[in-house]
């Protein structure tokens, strides 16, 4: 018999929390693509789960790993590695074979960043995600839209290395989501109350439960902050001790640090609890042992290698220290970048000093042509016009109210 978890206690907390910054000793990048998947001879059908999950197997030649989200997206996981312009080959290679295997079953991806032809109904039975679900819905209906209506290009890089000591990539990730959120912005449109969004993605996601998916606090020690944020956030899903593929739903109203200092009926939460409760936790930067960049709409494949030569550069040493010494800190602006985009004088002043700063450092992640080229015709096409992606298109009316965010977020 396995010997039992034991109980968890603030200094084995405290220890969880800092081991999300340690350095790996390696410095990877991976990114994470989602599409909306489509029949287009049913397109108002979602595809049968057995069919999507048919293209998990065999495992794709640049080691990424395919999996379903609860709406029936597609999420490709290129395998870390070494450099960003590694990391874009991968990803770009893997994503053409996902789509060849899709169409080889009739099906096709979207490059969309919300869906909002087909309204949101989740295909994925699991667990977690029926705790979810009834977790969100008892606050409003933002919840469903996230998890199954939308998709967006997420960039994982390595915690600092050892030598630096300063967790300068937290700080500065965190200074400049918003920033990031207006330049890549590609889903924008209109709320059912009339509000105008750059990035209706990225309003859904800060509405839902603004305790898991505001920013951390950037003025304590990241391990600190990184588990005071965690210790507010109410408790949805409690792991089963002996199938980690079931559990129980959790209503809102119960925070984990009410959870460990009073338990419940399951008894008083563990390390493995813990860790659980922090993947339900969704910060614009989240701390995973690496740090994921979760701010970016899906956009086109070309787009996503100049996202991910912004992000590859900004968090290098001399960008990072510019950035951090030029920029004003933009972590509280969130919704305002989300809604406001360009519009908000700031945010376009801080895209306009970071692209500075990026092109003037970007050879020191990448001598690639073809990879700046990409960089360089999105700053002429987009970012130099005071435009993001999503400014291509009309902008589309979602029937949802996004304004369940807190108004301490949305003013200076």
Same mark, same amino acid.
């Not at 290395?161 to 300068?168: L, W």
């Given at each position: ?10 200094? /084995? ?7 999300? $910054?340690?350095?790996t ?5 991976? *990114? ?5 998947? +489509? ?6 059908r ?12 065999p ?11 609860p709406?029936g ?5 290129? $395998? ?16 053409e074979?996902v789509?060849a295997?899709? /169409?080889?079953?009739? /099906?096709?991806?979207e ?10 109904e ?5 667990p +977690? ?5 009834? $977790? ?19 960039? =994982? ?15 500065? /990730? =965190? ?8 330049? $890549? ?37 990241p391990?600190q ?8 956030a109410?408790?949805m899903h409690?792991?089963?001790?002996d199938d980690?593929?079931?559990?129980t739903?959790?209503?809102?109203g119960?925070?984990f640090?009410?959870w ?17 409760h ?7 930067v ?6 994921? *960049? ?14 991910? *030569?912004?992000?590859?550069t ?19 602006l ?6 406001d ?5 700031l945010?376009a +002043? ?5 692209? +500075?700063?990026?092109?003037?450092n ?15 015709e ?27 965010i ?7």
């Amino acid at each position: 018999m396995p010997s039992p978890t034991p109980i968890l206690t603030p200094l /084995l907390a405290e220890g969880l929390a800092q081991s999300m $910054f340690c350095s790996t000793g390696e410095d990877l990048v991976g *990114l994470e693509c989602e599409w909306p998947v +489509r029949d287009w001879r049913t397109p108002q059908r979602r595809p049968d789960l057995e069919v999507l999950e048919s293209i998990i197997e065999p495992p794709l030649s640049g080691g990424g790993r395919i999996t379903i989200e609860p709406g029936g997206q597609v999420e490709l996981s290129s $395998f870390p590695t070494p450099g960003v312009s590694n990391a874009i080959d991968q990803v770009n290679a893997d994503a053409e074979e996902v789509h060849a295997r899709l /169409l080889s079953l009739g /099906l096709d991806f979207e490059v969309r960043a919300v869906e909002r032809c087909r309204p949101p109904e989740r295909i994925l039975r699991r667990p +977690r995600y029926q705790s979810m679900e009834s $977790f969100f819905d008892a606050r409003n209906p933002v919840g469903r839209w996230m998890m199954c209506n939308t998709a967006s290009l997420q960039v =994982n890089v390595s915690n600092d290395p050892c030598e630096a000591g300063d967790h300068h990539r937290w700080f500065v /990730l =965190n200074q400049i989501a918003p920033a990031l959120v207006a330049m $890549f912005a590609n889903s924008r449109g209109v709320d059912s109350t009339g509000q105008s969004w750059a990035s209706l993605r990225q309003g859904i996601w800060m509405a839902m439960d603004p305790a898991r998916t505001a920013t951390v606090r950037t003025d304590l020690p990241p391990a600190q902050a990184w588990l005071e944020y965690a210790m507010h956030a109410d408790v949805m899903h409690i792991l089963n001790p002996d199938d980690h593929t079931q559990g129980t739903s959790v209503s809102p109203g119960t925070s984990f640090a009410r959870w460990m200092a009073d338990g419940n009926e399951f008894g008083y939460p563990t390390m493995e609890d813990l860790t659980y409760h922090f993947s339900t936790l969704f910060p614009p930067v989240r701390p995973r042992g690496w740090l994921e *960049l979760r701010v970016l709409d899906a956009v086109p494949s070309w787009i996503r290698t100049a996202a991910a *030569l912004v992000v590859g550069t900004i968090i290098q040493p001399g960008a990072a220290s510019a950035i951090r010494h030029e920029i004003a800190d933009l972590s509280d602006l969130h919704v305002v970048a989300a809604r406001d985009g360009f519009r908000d004088p700031l945010i376009a +002043r801080s895209i306009r000093e970071i692209t +500075r700063i990026v092109l003037e450092n970007v050879h020191t992640v990448s001598d690639r042509s073809d990879h700046l080229a990409a960089l360089y015709e999105f700053v002429k096409r987009y970012t130099s016009q005071g435009m993001s992606p999503g400014d291509d298109g009309a902008p589309r009316v979602l029937p949802i109210c996004l304004d369940h965010i807190g108004e301490a977020s949305t003013s200076r």
